[in-house]
């Protein structure tokens, strides 16, 4: 597929593998994705599991997400985790704002830019979620919802940082329900999403950030998907937790 930009592909696997577990999935998508160059391809597993997987990838083109880290860089705040302890593990990329965080625990916009800006300053790249829900989309809200979410998520971003940037789209209403937003729904959403960035920054620093899609991505909707000129990759949960859904999302975008 000829893209504009590299596509990234990244599985979620969200509270799910116990470090034996994840293991046994590394080492399966290893065999099964060790020719893949064409796409940039990320696992994202729980803290507890970061350590064991970063060793484990180390000879392959795999490379180490986290799902979540904390805004500040150390101190007294029990149970959080800082940037600088996931790049320990040789972590690439966090996940910041996703919808299940946004949801159960809250997080604002304004949080979610302070993490991103903190991921930033210890070289780690954000991948920051956004979407609306069912009642959004149906009551006409899908542009007004996004518009706040990315301007108040990304807000204080340099040009520079924002270029080092994933945004991944992901329709609420699609995560882990089997729906999945139509190729023209998520090709115009994204398109809108990049609108904004061109407003934010400028049309440069727009047209170098990938837009991952998320929400039911699968062996068999992935390619339609990826072949929308906006969508820059996909952010996938349920799919990514075996190795051969997850690898055969991956063979299919190519
Ligand atoms: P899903 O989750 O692929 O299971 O719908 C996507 C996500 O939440 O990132």
Redesign the pocket.
Known sequence: MNKERKLIIAG?W?MNKTVAEALDLVRSLKLELANVKEVDMVVCPPFTALEAVSKAILDSSLRLGAQNMSEQNFGAFTGEIAAGMLKEFSVRYV?LG???RRQYQKESNELISKKGLAAHGASLKPII?VGETLAEREGGQTEKVLESQVRGSLAGFSKEQMAETVV?Y?PVW????GKTATTAQAQETHAFIRGQLVKMFDETVARKVRIQY?????PSNARELMSQPDVDGA??????LEARSFSDIIKNSI
């Open positions: 979620n969200k996940i996703h919808s299940e979620c991944a992901e699609a995560i882990g329900t998320g929400g039911s991505v699968k952010l996938v949960g349920g799919a990514s």
